[in-house]
């Protein structure tokens, strides 16, 4: 069985900067990608970034492009979100997911197949 756990959410202050990292256990073969999603209450999950296992490809969603970024570990089964110059808006639930076959559609949350719990993340002054 996979599981998914993220680490590294926390407070920040604006225009400071944060990683967090998910990292797979269990039967993970069935991994073709993994990909970050973000959710405020009252809204859907939004897709934040994606990779790759076997080949690293990334894939950041456009409003974030140039704040955020993604990378994965293969061998550590871990992936990574970086990011920067963080703004009150992007205070949010961070969730890491797994998906089974790469789809243009990354950031649609219907093609993960497992989610990890969950990380906080808050900017604020």
């Known amino acids: 069985q996979l599981q998914l756990v993220e680490y590294g959410g926390g407070s920040v202050q604006p225009g400071e900067s944060l990683m967090l990292s998910c990292v797979a256990s269990?039967?993970?073969?069935?991994?073709?990608?993994m990909a970050w999603f973000r959710q405020t209450p009252g809204e859907e999950r939004e897709g934040v970034a994606a990779?790759?296992?076997?080949?690293?490809?990334?894939y950041v969603a456009d409003s974030l492009q140039g704040r955020f970024a993604v990378n994965r570990d293969k061998d550590k089964r871990t992936i990574y979100l970086h990011m920067y110059n963080l703004r009150p808006e992007d205070t949010a639930l961070y969730y890491c997911?797994?998906?089974?076959?790469?789809?243009?559609?990354?950031?649609?949350?219907?093609?993960?197949?497992?989610w990890g719990q969950g990380t906080q993340v808050t900017v604020s002054s």
């Open positions: 997911a797994a998906s089974a076959s790469f789809a243009a559609d990354w950031y649609v949350a219907s093609n993960a197949f497992a």
């Open positions: 990779v790759t296992i076997t080949r690293g490809r990334r």
């Open positions: 269990g039967d993970t073969s069935a991994i073709n990608y």
